[in-house]
């Protein structure tokens, strides 16, 4: 009885070591890739996408940000976002590049890589979820 048990053990702990580098996998590439949607929606002026990429509890902050970018014309430039870790359940994003919002004859570089991007499985998808 306990050299059954501790096979199928044995063969459920294999099973789930083989699986966890498919999830971390899988965060590695869709997690930057929501946190370059989010930016890309924010830099558009599109709200529905801005939402659609947020997780429930960001949605609030994210229409927030719409509105602040809602008076100037936008663009992100040179982005590139990385995983960098994991906390509270939360994947961390970091990115490079700036937004260069242009207030009329006037320029505003914000370096997107001041922030940690949180980033959360919600739904079926990876969405932007604050920062860290």
Known sequence: MHKK?????????????????????????????????????????????????????????????????????STLENPDCQVTGEQDGYVLVNCTGKIIANYGAEDLEIDISRQTYRVLAEGGEWRMCGYH
């Open 5 to 73: 048990f501790f096979r199928v053990f044995i063969l459920l702990f294999l099973t789930a070591m083989l699986l966890l580098p498919g999830c971390n996998n899988e965060a590695s590439q869709e997690a930057p890739q929501a946190v370059m949607d989010y930016l890309n929606a924010l830099v558009a002026m599109d709200e529905i996408a801005l939402i659609n990429k947020s997780c429930a509890e960001w949605e609030e902050e994210a229409r927030l940000e719409h509105k602040s970018f809602a008076a100037v014309k």
